[in-house]
């Protein structure tokens, strides 16, 4: 899987997540963002530690923005994005949002496994594919997040529809994690 191919996936789901999500009122940036950087492309605000933190330009300026990082196979491919944001209009103690976009031929059944520091948090569903990749949004709780907050790794499993009983491993650093939380705070 080639980067040009991987960003192009990133871009259109990240800009599918933000529409979709939309109604539960993530944070956004009131920042201006570059000029040159035209309604309906994302731009990077800035980096802490292992999170990127990314907006999307919206026409009225208050853009919707989340830490994002790509999680790699073994050998360097990047296989998930997983992306984090606070949410303004909160319901059932749910505080902020974990978004996976994995690629296609995802087994869906399975679900994504989440874990914190090797140890398993729960199963959750995929809401959705396209041709572009399949999304599954996680709402957290104040408990998850400061759990999150004191780790250092977030484990995910996925698995591929040619080997569903076989999960593929991956790991998210969550150094930085914090500190791109607090920039998102509404």
Known sequence: MDMQFVNKI?????????????SVGIATSQ?????????????????????TLRCLRAQDGND?????????????????????FPITQRSNGVIAIARLIAPLQTYLPRGVMMGIDGQEVARYPYDFCDQAGCLSRIGLT???MTSLEAASIVNVTIAAAQAPSRGVELEASLEGFSEGMAALSP
Request: hydrophobic residues 50%.
């Open 31 to 51: 920042e201006t963002a570059p000029q040159e950087v035209p309604v309906g492309q994302e731009y990077i605000v800035d980096i802490y530690g292992d999170w």
């Open 142 to 144: 104040q408990e998850l």
């Open 10 to 22: 990133a871009r259109t789901l990240l800009a599918m997540a933000f529409a979709a999500v939309s």
């Open 64 to 84: 919707p923005c989340m830490i994002f990082q790509l999680l790699l196979s073994d050998d360097g491919v990047p296989v998930v994005e997983l992306g984090f």
